[in-house]
């Protein structure tokens, strides 16, 4: 019988409390930690570890987690959970534009985050067999670099558009409905959903009022079509 990894989690939080917490909760659910205490003692711990997931509080003396978040992003796919007493949907949406994977309110309840997690690495498992380069016509989207190159210049992907590009992608030409897209972008208004649905749209699609690949499909959601 296989026996299945245990993943390494890096809990970065200034609150001695829920560092500590979080370390005993995670260790008693099988996995691997190691805690930082502010972002600089995050990145030496970085640069000698690869871990398999980052929980990290935005709200840190120093460098705050935001910072930190977009500068791992630049030479790792280092997925990234943000804790935060911040819970807007305007915050939530920033934060996910930074390239988090997922974001987190403070308080917490420790089992959510643990469901958290395993969704996450379980969609990163997924995702290695998974092709990073999708065409939309003359559209290139490459989704481990998050860049999207079309013939008027190139552009970014965000980290919620990422996660759900990836799993449109691994699931073409079903429905999506706006609850369940809501649960993979983790957000909580639908009007939000569109949104996110319309800036997609003007990044992938050659004429974004006519979709062709990620079309509406009335009273139901929305559904992707490739070449």
């Known amino acids: 019988m296989k026996i299945e990894e245990k993943k390494h989690i890096l809990i970065v939080d200034d609150d ?46 120093g460098q705050s ?14 997925p990234i959970i943000l804790l935060t007493a911040m819970g807007g949907t305007s915050d939530r949406i920033y ?20 469901l958290r997690i395993k969704n996450i690495l379980k969609r990163v498992q997924k995702n290695k067999h998974l092709n990073p380069i999708l065409k939309f016509g003359d559209i290139r989207v490459d989704l481990e670099k998050m860049s999207i ?15 759900l590009l990836e799993n449109m992608i691994l699931s073409v030409g079903q429905i999506f409905h706006r609850e369940q897209i809501s649960r993979i972008v983790h957000l909580t208004k639908e009007r939000a959903v ?5 800036r997609l749209r003007q990044k992938i699609e050659p004429d974004p009022k006519n979709p062709k690949y990620l079309q509406t499909v009335r009273g139901n959601g929305y559904i992707l079509w490739t070449d």
């Open 16 to 61: 001695d409390r829920i560092r500590e917490l979080t370390k005993e909760y995670l260790q008693g659910n099988n996995f691997y930690t190691t805690t930082a205490k502010n972002s600089d003692d995050a990145k030496n711990k970085i640069k000698l570890i690869k871990f398999d997931l980052i929980i990290l509080d935005i709200m840190m003396p």
């Open 65 to 78: 987690g935001l910072e930190l978040t977009k500068e791992i992003k630049t030479s790792s796919d280092q």
């Open 95 to 114: 934060g996910l534009e930074t390239g988090a994977d997922d974001y987190l309110p403070k308080p917490f309840e420790p089992k959510e985050l643990l």
């Open 149 to 163: 190159k079309s013939k008027s210049g190139e552009a970014k992907l965000n980290a919620a558009e990422k996660s």
């Open 194 to 198: 569109d949104v996110m649905i319309t």
